[in-house]
């Protein structure tokens, strides 16, 4: 497997520098079959210590086995995931996540209940309304009293600790969430690009991702056949 390499240029408000890791304590509680339209995944359940909120594992396969795990750490959008909203790619990206695990017969979808890039539903409602008033979604948060990204990624450790995962293929766009991942020990193998479902009303939000936030929103060139350059 090749080393991850990131290629592209970030200035320096947008370098994905990553906090030191505070340690979380999640306690393991029970697992069920979950069947999906693309394969049959175990559900497994997790409770964070801090603020009792319940945060799921979706697994596919043998993935303690020591080889890198395709895998998705994705933070809960109540209105993308499960309301259909064309807003955010959110509920694509989760979809084309677990069709890419259940294609590979193998891999984990960490499932974070940390709505809102961490400011939660109701702050994500009015962020919106922010962002409706011409406020891109950066701005929107900062104007609520809010960091751009509230999320704390250190409950990730616990959970692949749970199933003896140290090396990914992680599915994302976002560098922030590769150095995150990078901090808590986990090795990152490779990136996976999830590049789904650009629209008309989610095209200032993914140009300010990529502009205020440095999410890698270009697909990388194919691979050249040999022979050529």
């Given at each position: 497997?090749?080393?991850?390499?990131l290629?592209?240029?970030?200035?320096n408000?947008?370098?994905p520098?990553?906090?030191?890791?505070?340690?979380?304590?999640?306690?393991?509680?029970?697992?069920?079959?979950?069947?999906?339209?693309?394969?049959q995944?175990?559900?497994?359940?997790?409770?964070?210590?801090?603020t009792?909120?319940?945060?799921?594992?979706?697994v596919?396969?043998?993935i303690?086995?020591?080889q890198?795990?395709?895998?998705?750490?994705h933070?809960?959008?109540l209105?993308?995931d499960?309301?259909?909203?064309?807003?955010?790619d959110c509920?694509?990206?989760?979809?084309?996540?677990?069709r890419?695990?259940?294609a590979?017969?193998?891999?984990v979808?960490?499932y974070?209940?940390?709505?809102?890039?961490?400011?939660?539903l109701?702050?994500?409602m009015r962020?919106y309304?922010?962002?409706?008033a011409?406020?891109?979604?950066?701005?929107?948060?900062?104007q609520l009293?809010?960091?751009?990204?509230?999320r704390n990624?250190?409950?990730?450790?616990?959970?692949l600790?749970?199933?003896?995962?140290?090396?990914?293929?992680?599915m994302?766009?976002n560098p922030?969430?590769?150095?995150?991942?990078?901090?808590?020990?986990?090795?990152?193998?490779?990136r996976?690009?999830?590049?789904?479902?650009?629209?008309?009303f989610?095209?200032?939000?993914?140009?300010?991702?990529?502009?205020?936030?440095?999410?890698m929103?270009t697909?990388p060139p194919p691979?050249?056949?040999?022979?050529?350059?």
């Open positions: 497997m090749m080393a991850l390499t290629s592209i240029q970030i200035d408000a947008m370098q520098v990553a906090e030191t890791p505070v340690k979380e304590e999640l306690d393991y509680v029970t697992s069920c079959a979950l069947p999906t339209p693309w394969a995944f175990t559900l497994h359940a997790f409770v964070e210590h801090a009792g909120k319940e945060h799921l594992a979706m596919l396969g043998d303690g086995d020591g890198p795990v395709l895998a998705r750490v933070s809960e959008c209105t993308g499960v309301l259909y909203s064309q807003r955010c509920g694509a990206q989760l979809e084309g996540a677990l890419k695990v259940a590979e017969g193998r891999g979808v960490l974070l209940r940390q709505e809102g890039r961490g400011i939660g109701i702050n994500k962020a309304r922010l962002q409706e011409g406020f891109d979604t950066v701005q929107a948060n900062e009293g809010f960091k751009a990204d509230q990624y250190a409950l990730v450790e616990p959970m600790k749970q199933f003896n995962v140290t090396s990914l293929r992680l994302t766009n922030r969430k590769i150095a995150a991942m990078e901090a808590l020990g986990v090795t990152v193998a490779e996976v690009p999830l590049l789904v479902n650009r629209n008309k989610n095209q200032h939000y993914l140009n300010t991702k990529a502009a205020k936030l440095g999410h929103m697909p691979a050249a056949e040999d022979g050529e350059l």
